[in-house]
């Protein structure tokens, strides 16, 4: 079951990633910041299988130090560019500033490099859902009249509230009932990685669809 389920997770990250790519010429300049973050999360996810065979886990989670530095900056150039405010050089500035800044503290006085990281997942959780719930109100603000799931962008931001929202409470209370021994751990783990299966495929689904002329904001 888990090989199963963890092969097709693989799968449609990959093919959610070959389409963002074909279909780059097609994308904003926010949904292309998808399509690189799409990019790393097969490398990431790549470099983490390839080290857990050679179980050299103290490097993955290295790995996962700076992936998560590098995708919280990524989502936050995301919404950044698809409201794209009147000081927005401003705020990707802050964003390539704050986030790498957020990683480094963590590893200095919570999570060595060597360790897990699960404290920076959960400001990563927090700050993307945060961002996520905001861009919606900039939403209906400006697209009151409109139907706003037939937004690209909208369907996108559900998709990271969505993942993002899971992934809290994922690794909010897994170590804790790792620690407990909860039967039904492995169980969460499925369904964790089943959420991720169907955010993967929506964005993708979103990505194919995606045409330049109709953007959800009229700009790039």
């Not at 961002?131 to 900039?138: G, N, P, T």
């Not at 603000?141 to 690209?152: P, Y």
């Not at 170590?175 to 991720?196: F, R």
């Amino acid at each position: 079951m888990q090989t199963i389920i963890f092969s097709v997770y693989y799968a449609i990250l990959l093919l959610a990633t070959i389409i963002g790519i074909t279909r780059n010429r097609r994308l904003d300049t926010a949904l292309r910041f998808i399509v690189i973050l799409l990019i790393l999360t097969v490398i990431s996810e790549s470099a983490s299988y390839i080290l857990v065979e050679f179980k050299e886990y103290g490097i993955r989670y290295g790995v996962f130090h700076i992936y998560s530095v590098l995708q919280l900056i990524l989502v936050s150039l995301y919404f950044i560019y698809a409201i794209k405010p009147y000081h927005y050089r401003k705020l990707v500035l802050v964003a390539c500033i704050l986030c790498p800044l957020i990683g480094i503290l963590n590893i200095i006085y919570l999570q060595p490099i060597d360790k897990l990281n699960n404290y920076m997942l959960m400001v990563e959780s927090l700050a993307i859902n945060t961002m996520s719930l905001y861009y919606v109100y900039w939403l209906i603000k400006r697209h009151i009249t409109q139907n706003l799931f037939k937004l690209s962008h909208f369907q996108i931001t559900l998709s990271l509230l969505t993942l993002w929202s899971s992934t809290f409470f994922f690794w909010a209370l897994v170590p804790v009932l790792d620690d407990s021994n909860w039967e039904y751990l492995k169980l969460a783990t499925y369904i964790h990685a089943i959420i991720n299966i169907l955010v993967y495929s929506g964005i993708a689904l979103v990505l194919y669809t995606q045409n330049k002329i109709s953007t959800a904001h009229g700009y790039n």
